[in-house]
T-cell receptor
Framework: NAGVTQTPKFQVLKTGQSMTLQCAQDMNHNSMYWYRQDPGMGLRLIYY???????DKGEVPNGYNVSRLNKREFSLRLESAAPSQTSVYFC??????????????FGPGTRLTVL | GNSVTQMEGPVTLSEEAFLTINCTYT??????LFWYVQYPGEGLQLLLKATKADDKGSNKGFEATYRKETTSFHLEKGSVQVSDSAVYFCALPNTGNQFYFGTGTSLTVIP
């Protein structure tokens, strides 16, 4: 089991460029999440997908789009990158969305720098 | 919504010292509470959890007790090791299965 995988691990973009961050999980989880991690701010939720075919905004969705391609894959797209999007991005998955507080499993992260 | 307030760091301890990282929560009802750990260059991983009031979660020598009277879930370890150097996050579920993560506390253990 690879768990949650993310590509790429590192990326440098120029302002205005676009890119897609890929995430896949092999645990048959229903729910998937994208977070960004910035110094002193913990993790902030960008978008999540409670189940295949649904996506919802999190705390900081502006400047991002997502696609839940199938049950395994959940991608994050930056259409026109800005320096404020320099961050470490984490994908996570959990068995299902609900009020039980299921454990989330995290990928290794993508370190993105926007110049 | 639900939230946590976590002790700010960084924290530096000598090996074998006692560790406490404070976490207090604000929540509707009594949700499960979690501690996650992030080792350098890695993603977060679950360290321990407690699913109801007065429960004690434990793992790898770390413990935390869910105390509803003080709305706290402090992380403790009796004797830290260099390998415990990491960032620790307190977390709880928010609406749906969204999580609210604290800002993280960086721990460095020196030999």
């Amino acid at each position: 089991n690879a768990g949650v995988t993310q590509t790429p691990k590192f990326q440098v973009l120029k302002t205005g460029q676009s890119m897609t961050l890929q995430c896949a999980q092999d645990m048959n989880h229903n729910s998937m999440y994208w977070y960004r991690q910035d110094p002193g701010m913990g993790l902030r939720l960008i978008y999540y997908s409670a189940s295949e075919g649904t996506t919802d905004k999190g705390e900081v969705p502006n400047g991002y789009n997502v696609s839940r391609l199938n049950k395994r894959e959940f991608s994050l797209r930056l259409e026109s990158a800005a320096p404020s999007q320099t961050s470490v991005y984490f994908c996570a998955s959990s068995p299902w969305a609900g009020t039980g507080g299921n454990e989330q499993f995290f990928g290794p992260g993508t370190r993105l720098t926007v110049l | 919504g639900n939230s946590v307030t976590q002790m700010e760091g960084p924290v530096t301890l000598s090996e074998e010292a006692f560790l406490t990282i404070n976490c207090t929560y604000t929540a509707t009802g009594y949700p499960s509470l979690f501690w996650y750990v992030q080792y350098p260059g890695e993603g977060l991983q679950l360290l321990l959890k407690a699913t109801k009031a007065d429960d004690k979660g434990s793992n790898k020598g770390f413990e935390a007790t869910y105390r509803k009277e003080t709305t706290s879930f402090h992380l403790e370890k009796g004797s830290v090791q260099v390998s415990d150097s990491a960032v620790y996050f307190c977390a709880l579920p928010n609406t749906g299965n969204q999580f609210y993560f604290g800002t993280g506390t960086s721990l460095t253990v020196i030999p």
